[in-house]
């Protein structure tokens, strides 16, 4: 396995708009937060009746999530058809939890892309102690300029609830399209407003969940859809979870319920204050049918 190639900020193909910076401090500041709820996933999870959470129950975030994120991640990566000779990169790879678990269940050469170094350090380390080095690889990059691969080059591209932080989505569709072979595929999730969605709730419920989570904005499933007919692609599906990802919001509520009672003891470090304002955001806006995860395929045309 290759040492985690950082690209220096003054390379051309590295350029760092406000927003990256922004997401980039930001991870910084969570990676404790993220460590604590999702431990090396960092997305939500896909539940079934025997690990559907229970409302107002203790926050057990860890040990209920292992089993939903297994399933998220099944769930997004199954229409890229991947196999052992395919070559797949990983954009947003946060800790190396896909690209590990693609690695190791498919026995494909997996490449990570991510903008914050310390998530690659530990994504490199991970990967060692899963006896996964040989097959994997990490890159410090930014996806919404450019993606460090030959054109043409690349079977599937994978994306889990990260082109929510990018600045320039357009830009980023513009590069899968580049370097995935023609019939490559990218199988992908993120966050998103529902459509039906006025300009009056988006200020009122997005825009406050976009401000505690460090986006500039999100998409809509109909956005998203022109964004990859615009880069050229063709999308296969684009669709949500049908309610089974519901389970999230129940534990992000009961997180915030131990989060608060740390505070009232006076025990609560301070770069958790976010996290309560984040997790209030997101929850009041998925149970109103504001805010949804979705998932989309789309293929290079031959």
């Known amino acids: 396995m290759q040492k985690v190639a950082f690209d220096s900020d003054k390379n051309p193909d590295f350029a760092m708009t406000k927003q990256n910076r922004v997401a980039m401090n930001y991870y910084d500041e969570t990676n404790a937060f993220y460590s604590t709820i999702w431990n090396d996933d960092i997305h939500f999870g896909l539940f079934e009746k025997e690990d559907y959470p229970q409302e107002d129950a203790p926050f057990s975030g860890r040990e209920k999530l292992t089993a939903p994120l297994v399933r998220m991640t099944e769930a997004i990566v199954a229409p890229g058809n991947i196999i052992a000779e395919h070559h797949v990169v990983d954009v947003g790879c946060g800790f190396g939890g896909t690209v590990i678990h693609l690695a190791k269940t498919r026995g494909c050469r997996v490449s990570g892309v991510n903008l914050n170094h310390n998530q690659l350090k530990i994504a490199e380390q991970r990967a060692a102690t899963e006896g996964v080095r040989e097959l994997v690889d990490f890159h410090h990059g930014n996806a919404d300029h450019h ?70 904005d999100i998409e809509s499933r109909s956005t998203y859809k022109e964004l990859l007919f615009n880069a050229g692609l063709t999308v296969l599906e684009c669709t949500n979870f049908e309610g089974k990802d519901f389970g999230n919001v129940i534990l992000l509520e009961s997180y915030c319920r131990s989060l608060r009672g740390l505070k009232l003891l006076g025990s609560l470090p301070l770069r958790f204050e976010q996290a309560i304002l984040g997790c209030e955001t997101i929850c009041l806006a998925w149970r109103l049918e504001y805010f949804e995860l979705g998932r989309y395929c789309a293929v290079k045309p031959f």
């Open 147 to 216: 993606l460090p691969f030959k054109d043409n080059s690349i079977d599937v591209v994978t994306n889990i609830e990260s082109a929510c932080h990018y600045s320039n989505r357009k830009n980023f569709l513009s590069e899968v399209y580049r370097i995935l072979k023609p019939g490559g595929r990218i199988v992908a999730s993120d966050w998103l407003v529902a459509n039906r969605t006025s300009d009056v709730n988006y200020n009122r419920y997005i825009r406050p969940l976009c401000e505690s989570w460090a986006l500039s």
